[in-house]
């Protein structure tokens, strides 16, 4: 994961410039992940960041997080 302008951007490759964080891609490290606000901490970003691309995908593979349906 890498943060690009406050939103949440998978980097399945590790070859995006910048700072970046590692989940598994499994409902329960993602929710606490969100709780926790790892990502905003890991990627050392001010304020929130926009999470909804991140959990789109997730969703498409049929982990669903952060309380989606």
Not at 17 to 26: D, F, I, L, Q
Not at 33 to 43: I, N
Not at 49 to 54: E, G, I, K, R
Request: with cysteine.
């Amino acid at each position: 994961m890498v943060s690009i302008d406050s939103v949440l951007v998978p980097d399945e490759r590790a070859s995006m410039p910048g700072r970046g964080a590692w989940v598994h891609e499994t409902r329960e490290c993602v929710d606490a992940a969100f709780r926790r606000r790892a990502f905003v901490r890991a990627l050392r970003v001010s304020g929130p960041l926009d999470t909804q691309t991140f959990e789109k995908r997730l969703n498409g593979y049929g982990i669903k997080v952060n309380g989606s349906k």
